[in-house]
């Protein structure tokens, strides 16, 4: 059954149903209001309501209709930067506690699946494959250095012919698999926190796009006005709508900027699935514009690859993901693509996310740089924490250097389409 609202993608149209829940329409109260019904607003929704907390959630479209129902499905080990770049950001001792964040957050992702029975394909093993020859040396290092001082130990190397073997594409050199990590159907995990938060207690009101806020002070609380005419008064805004927030607050929009990545799945491809990817692991490749794909349960390569940096989605979006895909795997030339759409992300400057206190009564997290599925369900839980008043973990990732675009709102998009074209130029060359 189709989950109305949604692009038209695979996952919608393999989406379990859920009512829809109302708009808002008239004033309401709350001891907490969060904007955004993704995978951030959606946990800390769940979180607070399970202490007893009153949550109204805004979404402007239907729930998982940003991000958390659009992207790959892929479940990442560590923060979004690796341990090398964490080290000399913030220093060893917070960088083996944002490790193990992370881990906690894959755990969480499994737990919630598990404790909520949300119905959403999940699978271990993610391959991450290098398309350059000189990257192999620094992966081998990479990995030796996460078993020996993380402790890691679910990740192996794979040399040129062990990679060939599992996945069909002669564009890769080496690589390594980590059996931690994982994918899963992304729309049906944000359907599933939604049960689990509507069953908690928490409101949830679709097709109610915040537009402004207001703050009392001195513990007044906040005041949120929506499109319908709606209204909520809390003690405690949560701005959780990543890449969707633009042009709500000033102070996410210097430091959060939305960009587009596209996504297209082919027809099922029967026999030839296993020549694609034969292990059942979904692909990140070593790219700056990464490309990333899986076979779905009923056969199909799910192939995500090209993004642009204006605030429109593409509409071609076929003819413009084929190419990537054809790319790594020219055997498919024949192959129909049945779905395709795109979405809409936030990335920061340093491709961290930015977790902060903008004030006593607001509190952000976004800009998850593409590795939300696996951070945004924990990062709501330690949202839910900080209300509560437990603030060590939201202190930690508030630690995160996360400066603000260079120009400001006023000249990232131009000043940052340039630097992300660069990157994506040494990618071919």
Known sequence: MKLTGHPNSWYAA????????PALR?????????????????????????????????????IGSGASGRNGGQIHSGQRRDVDYLEGAVGKDDTAKLWALAEEAK??????????????????????????????PM?????????????????????????????????????????????????????????????????????TRAVRFAETGAGGGVTVETDGGGSVKADIL????????????????THVMPINNYIAVTEPLGARAAEII???????????????YRMTPDGRLLFGGGENYRRTLREDVKSFVR??????????????LDYAWGGTLGITMTRLPFVRRLSSQVLVAAGYS????????????????????????????????????????????????????????????
Request: charged share 20%; aromatic share 8%.
């Open 139 to 207: 992966t081998q290092a990479y990995v030796r250095r996460l078993k020996a001082e993380y402790g890691y130990d679910r990740i192996d190397l794979l040399d040129r012919e062990q990679l060939r073997a599992l996945v069909g594409s002669d564009g890769y050199y080496g690589g390594m698999i980590d059996h931690g990590a994982g994918h899963l159907h992304p729309l049906n995990f944000a359907v599933g926190l939604a049960r689990a938060a509507l069953a908690a207690g928490a409101r949830i009101h679709e097709g």
């Open 238 to 253: 949560l701005l959780c709508g990543n890449g969707l927030m633009d042009g709500l607050d000033g102070r996410v929009d």
């Open 370 to 429: 593409g590795q939300g599925v696996a951070l945004a369900p924990l990062y709501g839980k330690i949202l839910a924490e900080a209300v509560a008043g437990q603030m060590g973990r939201f202190d930690l990732l508030a630690r995160l250097p996360v400066p603000g675009f260079v120009g400001g709102t006023l000249l990232r998009f131009p000043l940052m389409v340039a630097g992300l074209t660069y990157y994506a130029l040494r990618d071919r060359l």
């Open 107 to 136: 755990g969480l992702v499994r737990d919630l699946v598990a404790r909520h029975a949300i119905a959403c394909d999940l699978s271990d093993g993610l391959i991450i494959a290098d398309h350059k020859p000189n990257y192999v």
């Open 14 to 21: 393999t989406a379990h149903p859920l009512p829809e829940q």
């Open 278 to 292: 034969s292990n059942g692991a979904a692909v990140a490749d070593s790219r700056f514009v990464v490309n990333y």
């Open 26 to 62: 008239g004033p309401v109260t709350a001891d907490v209001v969060i904007i955004g019904a993704g995978y951030t607003g959606l946990s800390a929704a769940l979180h607070l309501a399970e202490r007893g907390i009153r949550v109204v959630v805004l979404e402007g479209g239907r």
């Open 323 to 336: 190419p990537f895909m054809l790319r790594i795997f020219p055997q498919l030339a024949d192959a129909r």
